[in-house]
């Protein structure tokens, strides 16, 4: 349960981070959103990678909690990645 609660978190956490570029700001939201807004979007997406890891960690323990997260970091990224690139797709064709 722990370590799929740290997929969670980490994927959310991606989310945040990728959201502070224009870019994907346009894509997903169809707006920027206000400058203010992006440190807690950065404090938001790190806190929630912290929390990830301090998830695999209880998990598993410290050392092999470490090597879980960092195993667990690839699918997710890739995860919040391909999500991205697929609803920009979609919106782009309508």
Same mark, same amino acid.
């Given at each position: 349960? $722990?370590?799929? *609660?740290?997929?969670?978190? +980490?994927?959310?956490?991606? %989310? !945040? ?30 806190? $929630?990678?912290? *929390?990830?890891?301090?998830? +695999?960690?209880?998990?598993? %323990? !410290?050392?092999?909690?470490?090597i879980l997260w960092f195993g667990l970091l690839t699918p997710c990224a890739l ?16």
């Open positions: 349960m $722990l370590i799929a *609660l740290a997929c969670v978190a +980490a994927v959310l956490g991606f %989310g !945040a981070l990728a959201l502070l570029l224009d870019r994907h700001q346009e894509q997903m939201l169809r707006r920027t959103l206000r400058p203010g807004l992006r440190p807690w979007l950065r404090l938001a997406g790190t806190a $929630l990678l912290g *929390l990830s890891y301090g998830l +695999a960690a209880c998990a598993q %323990g !410290a050392a092999s909690g470490f995860l919040v990645a391909a999500t991205f690139t697929a609803l920009a797709r979609r919106r782009a064709s309508r």
